[in-house]
DNA sequence: TTCATTTGACCCAA
DNA sequence: TTGGGTCAAATGAA
């Protein structure tokens, strides 16, 4: 992870100086990032032929490829590489400082211990960080517009985590755009899961990834880590999903189903997946359709079933971003 | 009943 | 004195 820890804190966020990768590194990540967009345009084709008319499971493929997409150009927008086209607006965006900057936007910070923000990044989906944070505090700024919500580490008692950050909605765009600094690291174990956990529990994520570094790398590689986590749980429900159908439609020694299909697939996504996380309001429940979707299609496998398999992309949030963007819209109540 | 959020009050540095 | 950060009681949801 070294490097992609340090292009993604030198490329896109904070535009840090002190670079240390060398240009190399960075073109190989963009040139890697670049032909998995490519091929999953390629693989999305494909799917959309191979499931034409019908109905429910090409949707789905439809849909889960053009969130595979999304994340591979949410990756390069990260990495400071111009996206062959920009992400739907429907999508958060996240990772690209734009405008304005934590200076222009905060007031003038008082030198206290742990007032600079050691990572600041502008979001529209500034709850989904593969952390968990309990708010504790909102105010309203002087002469900006949008109060200040402060959180902390769910774990700030119990382990005594010092990781804090503040979100502030900054521009009022469509889907609005919001301002999210962190202070502190994250001294919980149980920040340790996402991604790195699952790094070690899936040697090829870890080696895809060197995650090695762990530490200074931040939460934006940890978030282009955490892209590349769902994409493999994705790819490998679509496989399982695609590959059913073959299994459904021919022979499975004729479809090239054996021990490499669909049971594969799931495999790799059971060592893709998270444990359990706690529901909280900052990181809700999955949403519910998108659930279904999958179910659905998996469902109409042949021995596939959702519960036979043990495939359970109910637990886990690939649609987060997506269905809770708006999840931070403030109130128009009185502030402090 | 438990837990997360809200919000007024308080603390502290500039 | 002012403004930002935090505390903690009140409130609401599950």
């Not at 090239?256 to 706690?278: C, D, K, L, M, Y």
């Not at 649609?319 to 809770?324: A, K, P, Q, V, Y």
Request: hydrophobic share 35%; net charge negative.
């Amino acid at each position: 992870m070294q490097a992609q820890s340090r292009l993604a804190m030198s490329g896109g966020v904070g535009g840090g100086s002190g670079i240390s990768s060398s240009d190399d590194e960075h073109e190989a990540v963009i040139r890697e990032l670049t032909r998995g967009r490519q091929l999953t345009a390629r693989l999305r084709d494909e799917a959309l032929r191979a499931l034409r008319g019908q109905g429910q499971a090409e949707a789905t493929a439809d849909f889960i490829l053009q969130e595979v997409a999304r994340a591979f150009t949410v990756c390069l927008n990260i990495m400071g590489s111009p996206p062959a086209r920009a992400p739907p607006p429907e999508m958060p965006a996240t990772g690209l400082i734009t405008s304005p900057t934590p200076t222009e936007l905060m007031a003038p910070r008082r030198n206290r211990e742990d007032s600079i923000p050691r990572e600041h990044t502008v979001t529209t989906s500034p709850h989904y960080d593969g952390y968990q944070w309990r708010k504790y505090g909102q105010k309203r700024i002087t002469k900006t517009q949008y109060p200040r919500c402060y959180y902390r580490c769910s774990f700030h008692r119990e382990r005594n985590c010092r990781a804090t950050k503040q979100v502030q909605q900054c521009s009022n765009g469509d889907p609005p755009q919001y301002l999210v600094m962190y202070f502190n690291d994250h001294t919980c174990d149980a920040a340790a899961w996402e991604p790195e956990a699952s790094a070690a529990a899936n040697p090829a994520v870890a080696m895809q990834l060197d995650l090695s570094d762990g530490g200074a790398g931040g939460l934006v590689a940890r978030r282009g880590v955490q892209e590349e986590h769902e994409r493999q749980v994705l790819v490998s429900s679509l496989a399982c999903v695609l590959g059913a159908r073959q299994f459904h439609q021919s022979p499975p020694d004729a479809a090239g189903i054996t021990s490499g299909g669909p049971s594969a697939a799931v495999n790799v996504a059971r060592q893709a997946e998270p444990p359990h996380r706690a529901r909280t309001r900052d990181a809700p429940a999955p949403a519910a359709a998108s659930a279904l979707v999958v179910d659905d299609a998996a469902a109409e496998m042949p021995g596939l079933g959702v519960d036979g398999v043990g495939l359970d992309i109910m637990d886990y949030d690939v649609t987060g971003e997506l269905c809770f963007g708006d999840s931070y819209g403030l109130p128009d109540g009185p502030y402090q």
